[in-house]
């Protein structure tokens, strides 16, 4: 897991980058939302602040790989990312977590849904 603590904060637990699965044959589905997709982060950052948040994972199996985020907060939901990656969890199975609201950790679950 890394963190920059630079601004605006970047934070990825990856097991598999993006290029090394294709390079390893992985199909990959990825999707990207502007963390504008946040209430909580808007109110305390103006919609025009930057930031983005990137969801990779495996067609096949629809199990995570990677979660890259960009923007206040990273460092403070990218823990969450990391442990639903370490577990294998599915694009189903955190579809039906319940993320605590308003928080911008919500917009793992606004990715996903949108995969």
Request: charged letters at 20%; a negative charge; aromatic letters at 6%.
């Amino acid at each position: 897991m890394g963190d920059a603590f630079s601004l605006p904060q970047i934070a990825a637990p990856v097991r598999t980058l993006e290029q090394e699965a294709e390079a390893k044959g992985i199909s990959i589905i990825k999707k990207t939302i502007p963390m504008a997709f946040s209430g909580r982060f808007v109110a305390e950052n103006g919609i025009a602040a930057p930031g983005a948040l990137k969801v990779i994972a495996d067609a096949a199996t629809r199990r995570l790989l990677g979660v890259h985020a960009v923007g206040s907060y990273a460092s403070e939901f990218i823990w969450g990312a990391g442990a639903l990656i370490e577990e294998q969890a599915t694009i189903e199975a955190i579809r039906k977590l319940i993320f605590p609201h308003p928080t911008v950790s919500e917009l793992i679950r606004e990715a996903v849904w949108e995969m």
